[in-house]
T-cell receptor
Framework: DTGVSQNPRHKITKRGQNVTFRCDPI?????LYWYRQTLGQGPEFLTY????????KSRLLSDRFSAERPKGSFSTLEIQRTEQGDSAMYLC?????????????FGPGTRLLVL | AQTVTQSQPEMSVQEAETVTLSCTYD???????LFWYKQPPSRQMILVIR??????QNATENRFSVNFQKAAKSFSLKISDSQLGDAAMYFC??????????????FGKGTKLSVKP
């Protein structure tokens, strides 16, 4: 068990460019979550998948954001036409659905800086 | 909407001493779970302890324990015998309960804990 991995760990881009992040969950975990964390704040929920189905999207997830989880394995989060306000740490977490005992395991995050 | 509030941006404790981190939350739901997560500097967030709203007994995990006051909507974390490795950001989090819940966590802003040798 190698844990949740995210790539890249850091990304610097210019405003207006598109970026894509990848998350590899712990194998056999059917749920995958994306959160965004800005400086001085706790993580904020963006979206989540159960297997390959995207079941919930936060209002924070503007039309410029899209996420996929093909075949219920890894997931990608794409941001189109990046803005400076998109600068943040993007966290991925995975879990096995199970009520109270469901534990979300977090990855190390991808830190995005939009210049 | 549910909210989680951590009123202590920073806390400091002497090694081997005890410290309590505060958390309050607001919800109209009766079925929910509460969590404390730890985020060490430049490291992944990990679960410290969890509490089910229906359980009156406070959860404990080794040196970590909670004081869950449901009526007051308070969920504080007590760290006993503090160690240098406890230095981290601590986040209080809420999750809706019930069958089929989406499971996303709602986090507070965090408390930065420093441990002095």
């Amino acid at each position: 068990d190698t844990g949740v991995s995210q790539n890249p760990r850091h990304k610097i881009t210019k405003r207006g460019q598109n970026v894509t992040f990848r998350c590899d969950p712990i194998s056999e975990h059917n749920r995958l979550y994306w959160y965004r964390q800005t400086l001085g704040q706790g993580p904020e929920f963006l979206t989540y998948f159960q297997n390959e189905a995207q079941l919930e999207k936060s209002r924070l997830l503007s039309d410029r954001f899209s996420a996929e989880r093909p075949k219920g394995s890894f997931s990608t989060l794409e941001i189109q036409r990046t803005e400076q306000g998109d600068s943040a740490m993007y966290l991925c977490a995975s879990s096995v659905s199970g009520g109270f005992l469901e534990t979300q395991y977090f990855g190390p995050g991808t830190r995005l800086l939009v210049l | 909407a549910q909210t989680v509030t951590q009123s202590q941006p920073e806390m400091s404790v002497q090694e081997a001493e005890t410290v309590t981190l505060s958390c309050t939350y607001d919800t109209s739901e009766s079925d929910y779970y509460l969590f404390w997560y730890k985020q060490p500097p430049s490291r992944q967030m990990i679960l410290v302890i969890r509490q089910e709203a229906y359980k009156q007994q406070n959860a404990t995990e080794n040196r970590f324990s909670v004081n869950f006051q449901k009526a007051a909507k308070s969920f504080s974390l007590k760290i006993s015998d503090s160690q240098l490795g406890d230095a981290a950001m601590y986040f209080c989090a809420y999750r809706r309960g019930g069958g089929g819940s989406q499971g996303n966590l709602i986090f507070g802003k965090g408390t930065k804990l420093s441990v002095k040798p």
